[in-house]
């Protein structure tokens, strides 16, 4: 199983961003979903997750501002972040809980590479 992250960069205070994660090999099932970022010097902390039925969770910091969603079809999970502020800036991971084809009673966590988000003040 595979995670592949895009859609980062730098943008200015106040702009938007879109981040997408796409899973491929074999899946036979993807539970939750979620967002994680790391800005130097910090622990890795959850921005933002979504449960295959669609319930969402988000760190006080980015309530109201961002917005994770997914495609079941696609294997993808999204976040919209709107309003970035300097301190958003960090490496943004992918996490995904995945059952695989081979093995369907397991639950195992997989991890996109990172997309790195800067933003400006």
């Known amino acids: 199983v595979q995670l592949q992250a895009s859609g980062g960069g730098l943008v200015q205070a106040g702009g938007s961003l879109r981040l997408s994660c796409a899973a491929s090999g074999s899946i036979f099932r993807i539970n939750d979903m979620g967002w994680y970022r790391q800005a130097p010097g910090k622990q890795r902390e959850l921005v933002a997750s979504?449960?295959?039925?669609?319930?969402?969770n988000y760190a006080d910091s980015v309530k109201g501002r961002f917005t994770i969603s997914r495609d079941n079809v696609k294997n993808t999970v999204y976040l919209q972040m709107n309003s970035l502020k300097p301190e958003d800036t960090a490496t943004y991971y992918c996490k995904s809980a995945v059952v695989q084809k081979w093995n369907t009673q397991t639950v195992a966590d997989y991890w996109g590479k990172g997309t790195q988000v800067t933003v400006s003040s």
């Open positions: 979504v449960t295959r039925g669609g319930s969402t």
